[in-house]
């Protein structure tokens, strides 16, 4: 009866809203035209390009010789010189001409994909949406005006651009062997252009897509779109497996929202590891399921936080984009907050010296904390924490432990441990301890296997006492654990511990500190002077940083890649993007291309590269006056 | 005919827009609810108000020991200390309890204020607007649930805020003289808080707001507002009249929008000038009117101009908000682009080495140019252009003529000045075109005075090779001019030349560029390496940079204020928050309050000034993990 009566008003304000709809027809027929930004006034230049100073064409301002329109920058950098536009540069490009289309975005199209699996073709409509989104953004009045209409002219109306992706596997997720090469084509005739991919997999088609975005350009002489309508073949592979970029969520939580950011902004740069820090000692942030107390103690907030939902999508997200999203779960030091509750559900302490002062004494920095190897039931904990990470982050094939930055001072500071040390070794010694935290590694990893049934997973590592020279072998299995470097390249001490872990046969991920932490070079944030790691990493200098170098010829085969760093003492959602853009850029410049030249040989098209970042909505931080961009090459040092 | 025949549609339509707004009241009656955030856990934590080392009380984070609703920490942080969390901090605080009223933003209300003028009951009416929009932006749920509803309970709905303005004087524009004095006072009843605030003028007025803005916050734990509701007395003015931030949009265009949000953070830490380097060697984005060729070949692109609109907007925005707008107009060096236009209007060479190679030979930075002082053309062109500026900055008290950077050997490798000089002197040597350097600033000024009719107007100059020791008196009228003092305060030399120019009578305005220049500590933009001013500067650096230090006691009198500076050779919309906030706040602080103490005493309400800032809009760049935020003091060195 209540039903019934509620259901009358629901039926009545429906027929009502079938009414109003077709009156807001009317409306929109008879409506004000949408407010036009004022007139645009026409600068007295043009670009031509030009071999001024005998070191290669560039894209020179003139003063226009009549009132015709003459060439934009834009279209100018599409078509001068060698090496353009692309970012990062690909193996090798073939044929490509001089020559433009015009065209608008609603008229760009792929072609029949209808013989990929389900999957792949939601993944080719997915990532498509994103790239169209980018061909919009770039376009200035459709941002400006804010109604999303083009508004050029009918002369581009017409001209269609149709991609057809050929895809040989129906590989669907990334993993370490997943073959990420492609190679592109194009060709035009008056009516269209068409461009082909063609990939072994969905992953080389991806990069193959983005690498067609950057050649073409928004053209603001005619107020449209202009693309490269000729190439004879870009084939493209990257030089190492492993390009990434790691973020420490804990220091300061990063809203899901910025996470899915800078996956696009990776993906802009075929960057394919999110390295994800998730906890550290500061907070724990990961919602878990099982035991709930991690992050209702350890999290900063209750609106701070990663469901088991949250993560999944961003795995999915990025695996779309060709991103691989990894967790790290940093054991047995860096942990803290999230850990107290033990003893109120008798677990007894699973962590020792939590926020315990002075600091100095127990850390590197505040808080302290570190598990408590001498409660057994820390692997209880441990055990649901891998299995919910496991399933947040499925498919798991790389799983970070962390395992840096132990302070022996904080474990001899527990009166259980000393105990249990003393009941286990005649003679407790520093080395006892060594002993202790390698075979909680051990018993980490056996954990990790058992519990979630996954055998083939490969752990990472941080550099740390443990993998000083002679040591890493003695303590860890190069089978099991790939060993992440963040020990300096300027630094010959640091260079003997690498040579050492990469002859002993561990696989190697390069994040040297001294080139690829992105945190460093602002002031101190306890006391005053300057944070730990500075000077700040110049994109120069990211750039520069040759990973090989790092050990000698013979072991060069170990190292799988690269990842930058950015540790979030210091940032947070508000300056992500300019810490990590367009220095991300760079670093995955070097591990895509790994070029034989330096940062000043890529500097023009770094330059327009971030310029397009920013286009597509990533606020990276500025290198240089516009001046140097509208003026190709004359910002130099002699 | 056509008229009458338009006509119908637009009254059928107005018709059925009455019909749809009606069925729109029916629709709201029966829609599903707004989507509800998922239901947030709750932690087990609250804060107490505790003096636990013995160095003042601090809130710390404990266990909660029931089930009840703890104290918040951001009602703790409301009501713990003596200091709290006013930035700048007033002169005097007497009176404050510790008791809070909880209440929303819709019921907060300004009393009667029809006593006032016209102009200033409007200017009444738009910061409180800004106010109002502050209290909803502090509020999470507002901005999450996007619809600008407030949710809280009726517990709080009926809670009455007043604020009643008693304004003494009708002063309604920024000068020199402006007293910015005020006092506040708050009384409660169970019903109802009132805040009084008393000031001499609106200006003071107006600070007052801001500061009773400061003393109220966001309460998680209740979802509401929570205010301190008794004070006894406030009473604040600052220290010095001229606090500032100078911006450069030459090197890089910024926004008006993005403008406008830097006055409104400027307003939140009561800075009261924003000084305009709109123009640089490197573009002109004045859109002139006389001479539209400025702009025409000066502005980086036809979007990227300041018409005499916009420009009058962001004075008439800052004016409300307490923020006296000043132009800079750079001269004779750092001018070039924009100014290239002379021959073709028979107005001769306007700008001499304009974008001149190699432009190490010419100037200190790419791209060079300098006006061409042997033309006289030249000061027609510039009356137009301080006649233009004047009317747009209008009304005018400071007018910025640059003045530093002048490169002798740039005019002496144009022919043209050469053979000027040669006429003019036996003898042409860098004496002589210093003498010809002074001239143009004293010309400048009377063309000025003459072209604007403003006569009491006070020329500015940054310190140069013209204000070294022994010079400035010789070439310029301190009655004229004020100094800006951009040396560092770290070097006995430069502190020579400043006590010079204050023992001469100058008025100073200090921006020390080794505390104060804040583009400082990134990569080099021209080769590799550091930008020149590195390191960065540290909000700790920027806190302690005392200006009285600058000169000996019996001069510190002529110490007007300072100003920090943002050159945008490596900075524009995407980072421009972040490199002003929250350093822009220490300067804030060390301007208004000009406390005794150092960075360190005021770190706890830094921290949270600048969670403020964010909560305001504001991308500020973080300081510390919120670790520290949530754990107050324990971020230390011993």
Partial sequence: MAMSENTKPGLFVGLLVVVCVVITVSIIVTRDPVPQPEPLFSQP???????????????VKVVRTDDSNGTSLNVCKLTCGERRLIWPYPVSVEGMGTEMSRFIPINVM????????????????????????????????????????????????????YVNFIIKTGVSTI???????????????????????????????????ETFSQLLNYDAENNCLQMINSLGRIYDEPFFRHRGLSLDTSRNYIPVKSIKKTI??????????????????????????????????????PRQVYSHKD????????????????????SPAHIGNGWQWGPTQELGTLAVCVNQEPWQSYCVEPPCG????????????LASVYKELADAFSPVQYFHFGGDEVSIDCWNSSAEIRDWMSAKYDNVTKDSYFDEWANFHSRSMEIFENVTGITDVKGILWTSSLTEAGMAAKYLDPEKFIIQIWTYQNNNDSLGDVEDIASKGFELIITNADAWYLDCGVGAWVGNGFNWCSPYKP????????????????????????????????????????????????????????????????????????????????????????????????????
């Fill in 370 to 381: 570190q598990l408590n190897i001498a409660n057994p039931r820390i692997y209880d904990v």
């Fill in 110 to 161: 792929y072609g029949d994909i209808s013989s990929h699996s389900t999957q792949i073709q939601d993944f080719i409509k997915e990532n498509w949406e994103a790239f169209k989104g980018n061909l919009e953004m770039i376009h200035p009045d459709y941002v400006t005006n804010g109604v999303g209409e083009w508004t050029t002219s009918d002369t581009y109306n017409k001209f269609k651009v």
């Fill in 311 to 330: 993560v999944s999508e961003i795995v999915r997200y990025g695996n779309v984009r060709g991103v691989k999203v990894y967790p790290e779960l940093d």
């Fill in 175 to 209: 993993s370490r062997t997943t073959i990420e090469s492609y190679s592109l084509n194009i060709s035009s005739t008056a009516e269209r252009s068409t461009v082909t991919i063609e990939a072994i997999t969905y992953f080389g088609a991806r990069h193959g897509l």
């Fill in 264 to 301: 696009d902004a990776m993906a802009a740069n075929k960057l394919n590891y999110f390295h994800w820090h998730i906890t550290d000692t500061h907070s724990f942030p990961f919602k878990m399921e099982s035991w709930p107390q991690m992050h209702e103690y350890g999290a900063y907030s």
């Fill in 539 to 638: 994109w120069q200098t990211v750039y520069d940083n040759n990973p090989l170098l790092m050990v000698s010829p013979e072991y060069r085969d170990k190292i799988i890649g690269g990842e930058a760093a950015l540790w979030t003492e210091q940032a947070d959602a508000q300056t992500l993007d300019s810490k990590l853009w367009p220095r991300g850029a760079a670093l995955a410049e070097r591990l895509w291309s790994n070029p034989n030249g330096t940062w000043a040989d890529a500097e023009l098209r770094m330059i327009l590269h971030r310029q397009r970042l920013v286009e597509r909505g990533i606020a990276a931080e500025r290198l240089q006056p516009q001046w140097c961009f509208e003026n190709e090459g004359l910002c130099y040092i002699l």
């Fill in 45 to 59: 230049y043009e670009y031509v390009c030009q071999d001024v100073t005998g070191s290669g064409p560039r894209c």
